[in-house]
């Protein structure tokens, strides 16, 4: 790996001014702004950075490096803690250990993760804690630089605590919590930098979140289980998450799965929140990492928060070297599990047959008349908690299945989509010459869009197409890209049209919907009548459309449309997906 340069002078300086750190070492206060404060506040961004920086330049077993730009101007920033450390980066593929990528400030407001994680490092390197062996540490100080440089102490409404605080949207007001497949912003493009070289087999996201009131300060929000699948996903459900729920319970830290209601109660059970690939755990899981947000609950005091997200990153890590040799098996075994001619579910839907009970401790909510509405409202009464059983939904079916192709061909016009798979060091081979092959087409038949614009986008859903076989030209330059690679799920959910946050939902190929040649009614009647006249079959099918369709019969273009779609004249390229698969 070419090393940021700053990563190379701290590097260098841990290994050779060793005999320096032990002075540094009890002169240099690293206690944070929120233990100052008493819990009170959260490090500004410059705060942050200053005391990582310092943290390296102490302790051999703290780097600190440049990874990319943002959209705010400043480098994104990555801290490991790495007590093994040698020359070499720690980032090298021999698998000798497992990575655990954590990442803070996604939404600055939400900032329980930056100061625990800055206790968490100072801790690790001056082993108040035990030190993993088994694990690297690597974390993101801040993700959304634009957004915490963007300070303020009202936008987080139902918040409390801490003082001030970042903003939710980054430099360009983009949620980076939504745009890990898109990737609009510099932002998710360096993070997939750093996600792709370090390949973690772990990865924790740091939120705060409010749907409702109940007694907990800790909720998880593990990848969906089946959706990540096989016995990677069995054993994050049946083994890692019960083991971080146990051992965070002994230490008096209740932990229950992300309550997923809004303006309701949820004493009536509720369902798992579905993290598809435009989140961090959704994207993350097409690489098939171990992912878990982390929702503390914003009701509850600032230092219970950071305090409660300190003590779950600990005890995940903990785990993490327990489990080491597992977690590198279960990953690697995982590569392989998607086979040309294999059934892949591009689209889930919750399994109604199965529950999970959880023993839920909440607040009484009832319905009462809002002062301020004079309607009916929501409201909790803490001085009633219970403890009741309920019904969490946290199975999924497979709604949709595509064959998985042997390989899929991107014209090289599509620039855009070959930059993004290049990003996410997806293998490609470009064709040598011009040639013709036999390919699976798809014609898209239906969508629907979002009437509202979504990050940016006005995004496609319920997707639907038709494919047929056909000799189709390809042209050299163009890109075959075989499945049968690490990213073979990223590659299928992102080119299938109607996977739910493929390219085509997220509007990259909105100019084949667009028809770009028409007709004019009164040159193209007579050409009709003689396309009519010549094709007996045709003409059938048309008096049979009009019968049946009696607002078609009546509507003189739209039949002229209907035609001209049937000729020679109807150009290829409109609804037709450029994408080609191919398959043995």
């Not at 206690?31 to 950075?49: D, H, N, Q, S, W």
């Not at 943002?70 to 090298?92: A, I, M, Q, Y």
């Not at 919750?350 to 009484?364: C, P, W």
């Not at 064709?431 to 013709?436: A, E, G, L, N, Q």
Request: aromatic content about 12%.
């Amino acid at each position: 790996m070419n090393l940021p340069k700053i990563g190379v002078i701290i590097i260098f300086s841990c290994l050779t001014m060793a005999c320096d750190f032990d002075s540094n070492k009890n002169t240099t206060d690293f206690t944070t702004v929120f233990e100052k404060t008493a819990g009170l506040e959260t490090a500004t961004y410059p705060e942050v950075i200053n005391f990582y920086k310092q943290l390296a330049a102490d302790y051999s077993s703290i780097a600190l490096y440049e990874m990319g730009a943002t959209d705010s101007g400043h480098p994104l920033h990555l801290v490991t803690f790495n007590p093994n450390r040698s020359f070499e980066s720690e980032f090298k593929t021999d698998e000798k250990q497992n990575i655990l990528l954590i990442n803070n400030g996604i939404h600055p407001g939400e900032s329980d993760g930056i100061d625990a994680s800055m206790m968490l490092l100072r801790d690790l390197a001056q082993q108040k804690i035990k030190t993993p062996q088994q694990t690297i540490i690597a974390v993101i100080p801040v993700y959304n630089i634009g957004g915490a440089l963007n300070r303020n102490s009202t936008t987080r409404t139902n918040q409390n605590g801490p003082k001030a605080y970042g903003f939710r949207g980054n430099a360009r007001n983009y949620d980076l919590n939504r745009d890990f497949i898109k990737a609009d912003s510099k932002n998710s493009r360096a993070f997939t930098k750093i996600f792709r070289k370090l390949r973690p087999a772990l990865f924790i996201d740091n939120h705060v979140s409010n749907g409702a009131d109940y007694q907990y300060t800790l909720t998880h929000l593990f990848t969906q289980h089946n959706k990540l699948g096989g016995a990677l996903g069995n054993y994050l459900h049946q083994t890692f998450m019960p083991a971080l729920e146990d051992s965070l319970a002994q230490k008096n830290w209740d932990i229950i799965p992300y309550v997923n209601v809004f303006n309701s109660t949820p004493d009536q059970g509720f369902k798992q929140f579905f993290d598809s690939p435009r989140y961090s755990t959704g994207y993350t899981t097409l690489f098939n990492t171990l992912g878990m947000l982390v929702e503390t609950h914003m009701l509850k005091p600032y230092k219970k928060r950071v305090e409660g997200t300190y003590e779950l990153m600990k005890t995940f890590i903990a785990i993490a070297e327990k489990e080491a040799e597992q977690i590198k098996k279960l990953s690697r075994y995982s590569q392989s599990r998607y086979p040309v001619g294999g059934q892949y579910p591009i689209s889930w839907k919750i399994d109604s047959s199965k529950t999970t009970e959880l023993n839920f401790k909440g607040y009484t909510g009832t319905i009462v008349s809002s002062k301020v509405t004079h309607t009916n409202r929501l409201k909790y009464d803490r001085n009633l908690p219970f403890t009741k059983k309920v019904a969490y939904q946290n199975y999924y079916l497979p709604d949709k299945k595509i064959r998985i192709p042997e390989s899929y061909i991107v014209p090289k016009g599509w620039w855009r989509i070959i930059e993004l798979l290049k990003l996410n060091q997806i293998e490609m081979i470009p064709i040598k010459k011009d040639t013709i092959i036999e390919a699976t087409v798809y014609k898209i038949e239906n969508f629907q869009t979002v009437q509202n614009p979504y990050e940016g986008h006005y995004l496609h859903y319920n997707t639907q197409v038709s494919s047929k076989k056909e000799r189709v030209k390809v042209s050299a330059g163009d890109f075959r890209i075989t499945t049968q690679q690490e990213g073979v799920r990223y590659l299928i959910e992102t080119l299938e049209p109607c996977a739910t946050d493929s390219f085509f939902n997220w509007n990259f190929f909105d100019t084949i919907l667009q028809q770009k040649e028409g007709f004019s009614p009164y040159v193209w009647e007579d050409k009709a009548f003689e396309l009519l006249e010549n094709n007996p079959a045709l003409q059938k099918e048309f008096e049979r459309k009009k019968t049946k369709d009696p607002l078609f019969a009546k509507n003189g273009y739209e039949q002229l449309d209907w035609l001209h779609k049937q000729s020679e004249h109807y150009e290829k390229a409109h609804l037709r997906y450029p994408i080609l698969k191919i398959s043995n």
